[in-house]
């Protein structure tokens, strides 16, 4: 059973960050439909890729909060794992965007650079919240 919840709390990490992301992109694409090239695929400002990065990285965040919650036990180990699946995933992003050259490459590399930090960060936020919720018990 500790096996499935550890397993369930890294998944529902990467769910957290894939359903804010997917939110805010349609948002994003809603509000400012011409913001995004004729394939909706990529942002066309600067502008815009910064405001992108500042929600994937919450997302990020929100993902390593949700799996330290959810974690049965070590909740910075589960926030390592989500980050480092995310660390992959903007990895390969930034492969695809090195051999396109329609994203900008540091957008990408950025987000491969803090993934970790930044999902530690939700774990910690989570870990608060734990012991504030002890201590008032």
């Known amino acids: 059973m500790i096996a499935i919840r550890s397993i369930g709390s890294v998944v529902l990490g990467l769910i957290a960050f894939l359903a804010v992301t ?3 992109d349609w948002i994003a694409s809603s509000v400012c439909p011409t913001c ?3 394939d909706r695929a990529h942002f066309t400002s600067v ?6 990065l500042v929600y994937w990285a919450a997302a990020t965040w929100l993902a390593g909060l949700v799996a ?3 974690a049965p036990r070590a909740p910075i180990v589960h926030a390592v ?7 992959l995933f903007f990895a390969l992003n ?5 051999t ?6 540091w957008w990408h590399l950025i987000l491969v650079v803090l993934a970790i930090p930044l ?3 939700g774990a910690r936020m989570a870990h608060r919240a734990v012991v504030v919720e002890t201590r008032g018990a």
């Open 94 to 98: 930034a492969l695809g965007a090195l």
């Open 100 to 105: 396109s050259g329609e994203d900008p490459v």
């Open 36 to 38: 995004l090239s004729p």
């Open 119 to 121: 999902s530690l960060g």
């Open 81 to 87: 794992v989500v980050g480092s699946c995310l660390t």
């Open 22 to 24: 997917f939110l805010l």
């Open 47 to 52: 502008t815009l890729l910064i405001v992108a």
């Open 68 to 70: 330290a919650r959810v």
